[in-house]
Each structure stands twice: as structure tokens, then as C-alpha cells.
T-cell receptor, first 115, second 112 residues
Framework: NAGVMQNPRHLVRRRGQEARLRCSPMKGHSHVYWYRQLPEEGLKFMVY????????ESGMPKERFSAEFPKEGPSILRIQQVVRGDSAAYFC?????????????FGPGTRLTVL | AQSVTQLGSHVSVSEGALVLLRCNYSSSVPPYLFWYVQYPNQGLQLLLK??????LVKGINGFEAEFKKSETSFHLTKPSAHMRDAAEYFC??????????FGTGTSLTVIP
């Protein structure tokens, strides 16, 4: 059973460009979570999705950031018009059932660098 | 609201020595508590979790943690450090809903 897959592992964008980060959850997992890790900081919750639904987006910045988890295909975190402050590691996690009782499994992350 | 505080952003121990990484939590309801390990350029891996069963929780790689409600603590220990234990360790709390709150992490260095 493959783990959580994220791609790309490294992404470089210039200010003003768009960044698309992909996450394929573990097989059989229908709950997906996105986190952001800034340098020297812990992970900060961004959004929680189930298939075709955003359940909790309270950690998402109000502008430029969006997330989706379509019926088919990976979950996508989209950042429009990136700025230098968006440079961070973005981690996706998935779980089979709802948290906190269930366990979430993390992907290797996408490291976004904004020039 | 929930939060965790990890005391000591950097901890160094000699190989074979006791590892003690500190975590204090704040939660208005009975919490679930977690320790994760992160190796360089990798995602987080679950070490252990407390889910209101036994207060002493045993995890992978010889780690364990004890839930102490009176001290609001969930410190991580390992009797004897190995070189392969060098990594970043994160404590996390979750109570209701689906949000995890992570500490700022403790970087463990193991000295040969």
C-alpha cells in the first residue's frame, strides 16, 4: 500500500505566478488535510477536505489560496499570484476515518520557493 | 482552544544516554496527544498517540510518553539514544473536530 504521494517535491515560482501542489492520499483514505510549515516553525493547519467537499478551511488565507479534492484524481492546493511569504513546505496528510480518533499519515511535502 | 508548548528547540544527548523531550499542552476538553518525528526532507511519521486509555503510551523505535493531567504534560522519552534518532520531533494536540495543533518542534542531536 503506497503512502501519501505529493508532487512536485520541489517547486520554484516567481512572484505573481501560480503554484499547484498535488496530493494523492493513501488507498482507501477519503479524508485529506493540508498543512504549511514555515522555516523554524511547526505545522499549521490549512484545510480539511473529503471527496468533493471542503469540510474546514479555517486555516486558509482568505485570498489567493484554494483547495479541492475532486471525485477522481488528487487533491490540489492552488496558490495564485505567489509572494515571497508563501515560500514554505506544504504537507498533505490523509486518514481513513475522521480525526482525532483516527491516524493521519503524512506525505513527504512540497517545498515551494518563491523568487 | 488547544495549544502545545515544546520546551527546548534544540536538545543534544550522547549516544546511549536518556532522551527527554518536553511537551506541555493546553486544552479545554480531554485531549488526544501525539508525537511525530520528521527526518530531513521527509514528512512527519507518527511515533505514538494518547487516546485516553493507558497514560503510559509506547510507540515505535523504543520511544514512550506519559500523559500527566495534573502537569498538563506529555513528555517523550527513550532510555538509550541511537544515532538514527537524530531528527525533528513535534508534539501535537487535538481535542474536538479535525484540527491538529503542532508545537514548534525540538531538534534532537545525538553525539557519538
Amino acid at each position: 500500500n503506497a503512502g501519501v504521494m505529493q508532487n512536485p517535491r520541489h517547486l520554484v515560482r516567481r512572484r505573481g505566478q501560480e503554484a499547484r501542489l498535488r496530493c494523492s492520499p493513501m488507498k482507501g483514505h477519503s479524508h485529506v488535510y493540508w498543512y504549511r510549515q514555515l522555516p523554524e516553525e511547526g505545522l499549521k493547519f490549512m484545510v480539511y477536505l473529503q471527496k468533493e467537499n471542503i469540510i474546514d478551511e479555517s486555516g486558509m488565507p482568505k485570498e489567493r489560496f484554494s483547495a479541492e479534492f475532486p471525485k477522481e484524481g488528487p487533491s490540489i492546493l492552488r496558490i495564485q499570484q505567489v509572494v515571497r511569504g508563501d515560500s514554505a513546505a506544504y504537507f498533505c496528510a490523509s486518514s481513513q476515518g475522521a480525526l482525532p480518533a483516527d491516524t493521519q499519515y503524512f506525505g513527504p511535502g512540497t517545498r515551494l520557493t518563491v523568487l | 482552544a488547544q495549544s502545545v508548548t515544546q520546551l527546548g528547540s534544540h536538545v543534544s544527548v550522547s549516544e546511549g544516554a536518556l532522551v527527554l523531550l518536553r511537551c506541555n499542552y493546553s486544552s479545554s476538553v480531554p485531549p488526544y496527544l501525539f508525537w511525530y518525528v520528521q527526518y530531513p526532507n521527509q514528512g512527519l511519521q507518527l511515533l505514538l498517540k494518547y487516546t485516553s486509555a493507558a497514560t503510559l503510551v509506547k510507540g515505535i523505535n523504543g520511544f514512550e510518553a506519559e500523559f500527566k493531567k495534573s502537569e498538563t504534560s506529555f513528555h517523550l522519552t527513550k532510555p538509550s539514544a541511537h544515532m538514527r534518532d537524530a531528527a525533528e520531533y513535534f508534539c501535537a494536540v487535538s481535542a474536538t473536530g479535525n484540527q491538529f495543533y503542532f508545537g514548534t518542534g525540538t531538534s534532537l542531536t545525538v553525539i557519538p
